[in-house]
């Protein structure tokens, strides 16, 4: 039997490689994605820190001020050989083309002061003197175009910018973590020591210290300042890093390979299917092994025995073709960072272990069906499907998909909370599978009245393709289900982008009069404005009312427990001037109390009245009742509180000003016209942005789902291959008796049409289906409240009909050259 197997696999070629492209693909996919998260991990971990720093000391929170009388107290304890002071500011660098620079560092700590610690190493040019000189980052430096010897402009806080020359590029050497409590941010400016102080602040971001060995520097530090500092040690620093570069590459591994695993799932539809049908076409094959001895555990293992040689051969060709993605990857995950490649053995293992895995399992239940094959079956001319297998795929089906609109009828409530918005995502899931398993019972359903409209309308080629596609409803069903796999997830999460950005629109229409212009950060991401930037808007002329929100997300207990949610601190006069939410219950007066959005208060069990404690400090929880009820979807939601109330660090730190009045827009567009770290914009402008953010998120998913399209399509082509081969004889007579060659492909690109539209329109509406349980999960909506991507659907579908007709191309022109003699001999 396993001397057979090479000979068996070697005599179809076509076949062969349509089957290892499928294995490859979904391979590929999977090693890609974890080359690229290794190589993010692997360039991080590899990142130079300093080790010789033995403490560094920082603010345990705003409250603390450190200054260089506090580095000169640490300078004089026993111990301490040498103390540098760090300062941290905003410095935003203006490029050759006169924009900001998108910096690694959020803009409020791209600044620093030049020092020897070793936190910098010159690449180029010298370092700083004076005010009139600054060092740059390199990879700055790239994205601005300036060099040494380049003079520029900085954008300092309160909107103070000052000109400066580049005197040198360096690269910056971390210590510890750079992003979260402690971090050491990667600075894009560096002045000298005094000009620092001097633009971005006398308050110290940390001390750093460095102490003999067997001086425990924690309880020397402790001893000397007391509480309200933070005091970690170079060794606690480094282990932070390590831990951070970990985490990088988990979340990007949890980010990229369940995409990979769609393509993975419809390559095993793909291998599965290609499988079935070859033992339905080898049944008399695997009779007469059996008549003459073969035992069913023979067959079983020569069956196996194909699959895994595939596995090895498909692994191989698609771990090779994911190494050579993963810089693509790389690319458009983490564009303009400066990583390193890495292929790690379990990379490779990786690749091969899925290869061999999915294509093994793919193929057991054909191997198992092979190995029941009686030795009586030789006597057959055709393969026979067993209908019992169809009866019990239906009724299986059929009970996945009533229990799974009833849990989603149940928990459709729009303000239902987490836990039962997941039982219903996962139940339209379980209602998903239930109609691929219904698939065939569908396929007959919609093809036999096809089939008669083509006998009646249709032409040769029609009537031939239609029947065929019909013939087996099992072996169409599963073709087609690779692609209703694919084309369901773009159309779902089509219709989440779609609402996504209904959704963006109405709110922000919503809460933002016409006439407000909106002020932000440049920079976006954590930055912040300044209460300058605030005092200047209400200065500016045909300003009439501005205020500014300062959103965090800080923990919130009420009478039902604690959770986390965002709350907007905000002037009481924004309310019905500048913002206009619409209440549902109660009074927008935040002298009085908090405004909560609707379905956050029907989320958390609150009403008028309730009481509740926010906790943007925790030494200062502000403890208030629920005023006023206002009507917003998750996407805004948030709870506003009075300015007044807020602990004084974040009132400076404004996430967005909102202005009105008869000339704010143009008054405020040529006031900050100097000022390329702010944007001015109005309320359309907000909703351009949240829509183009909103589309470039989903981006990689239509590109993964794409290959899982392009898997499918492979599928159609191994189908249609594979009938051609069984239906020989049939067009060997066809031919015999006038069709011509011509009329033969035609008939199977009918075929190919018929399948994989089958298959689109299944697609589309399980995945319209999935889509709108999953927007109510994620945006707290009826499940109606959907917007369908009409244009995404029309690609889509016009999309599969070309693929269709490629896909048959092949098989086609393998039926026209089949020898007539020689098929009815």
Known sequence: ?????????????????????????????????????????????????????????????????????????????????????????????????????????????????????????????????????????????????????????????????????????????????????????????????????????????????????????DAVVRAALGVGYVVSTGSELAAAAAAESDDTARELRETLLPLAAIALLVGMVVIANTFTMLVTQRTRQFALLRAIGAKRRQIRVAVVAEALVLGLVGGTIGTLIGIGLGPVLLAVMRPG???????????????????????????SGAARRAALVPPMAALRADAVVPKDVLVRRSALGSGLVVAAVVAVVATAGPSEDNLTRIIGLLSALVGAAGVLLLAPALAVLLFRPLLGLARRHGGSAVRLGVRNAARDPRRTAGT????????????????????????????????????????????????????????????????????????????????????????????????????????????????????????????????????????????????????????????????????????????????????????????????????????????????????EAQRLAFALLYAMFGVAIVIAVFGVVNTLALSVMERTREIGVLRAIGASRALVKRTIRVESIVISLFGALLGVTLGLAVGAVMQHAMFGQHLWDITVPIGVILTSLTGIVVAAVVAALWPAAKAAKTDVLAAIG
């Open 1 to 217: 039997m396993l001397k057979a197997m090479p000979r068996e696999l070697l005599a179809h070629k076509g076949r062969l490689a349509m089957t290892l492209l499928a294995i490859a693909l979904g391979v590929a996919a999977t090693v890609a994605s974890w080359v690229a998260a290794d190589s993010v991990a692997t360039s991080l971990a590899g990142t130079k820190t300093r080790g010789d720093v033995g403490v560094a000391v920082r603010a345990a929170d705003a409250s603390t001020t450190m200054s260089s009388s506090t580095a000169k107290r640490l300078r004089g304890l026993p111990g301490v050989q040498r103390v540098h002071e760090v300062v941290v500011g905003k410095a935003g660098l203006i490029g050759r083309d006169g924009k900001l620079v998108a910096a690694t560092t959020v803009l409020d700590r791209a600044g620093t002061n030049w020092d020897d610690s070793g936190r910098f190493t010159l690449t180029d040019g010298r370092a700083p003197r004076g005010p009139g000189e600054i060092a740059i980052g390199r990879t700055e430096a790239g994205k601005s175009g300036l060099g040494v010897g380049d003079r520029t402009t900085v954008l300092l806080s309160d909107g103070r910018a000052r000109d400066a020359v580049v005197s040198g590029l360096f690269d910056y050497v971390s210590l510890g973590p750079r992003s979260g409590d402690g971090a050491d941010p990667v600075p894009a400016v560096a002045y000298d020591r005094e000009s620092a102080r001097a633009l971005l602040g006398e308050r110290l971001s940390r001390v750093e210290l460095v102490v003999q060995s067997g001086v425990d520097p």
């Open 337 to 363: 960072d400066d990583l390193g490649y890495t292929v790690s053995p379990v990379a490779v293992l990786l690749g091969y272990a899925v290869a061999v895995v999915v294509t093994v399992v793919a193929a």
């Open 480 to 691: 087609a289900t690779a692609i209703t796999v694919g084309l369901g997830l773009i159309c779902a999460f089509g219709l989440l982008s779609a609402t996504f950005a209904t959704l963006i629109a109405s709110t922000t229409r919503a809460n933002v009069p016409a006439g407000t212009t909106v002020l932000q950060p440049a920079a976006g991401g954590a930055s912040v404005l300044s209460p300058s930037e605030l005092d200047k808007v209400r200065a500016t002329p045909g300003v009439s009312r501005a205020a500014a929100s300062r959103d965090k997300i800080v923990p919130i207990s009420y009478p039902g427990g604690r959770t986390e949610r965002k709350i907007s601190a905000i002037e009481p006069d924004a309310l019905g001037t500048v913002l206009t939410p619409t209440l549902t219950a109660g009074v927008a007066d935040l002298r009085r109390g908090v405004v909560i959005s609707q379905n956050q208060a029907d989320m958390l069990g609150l009403g008028l009245g309730a009481p509740i404690t926010l906790v943007p400090d925790p030494r200062t929880p502000i403890n208030t009742t629920i005023v006023g009820i206002y009507e917003a979807t998750e996407l805004g939601a948030s709870i506003f509180y009075d300015v007044a109330l807020a602990p004084a660090p974040l009132r400076d730190q404004l996430t967005i000003i909102y202005a009105s009045g008869p000339t704010a827009r143009t008054a405020l567009g040529e006031g900050f016209a100097q000022r390329p770290d702010v944007t001015v914009t109005d309320r359309e402008g907000l909703v351009a942005q949240g829509i």
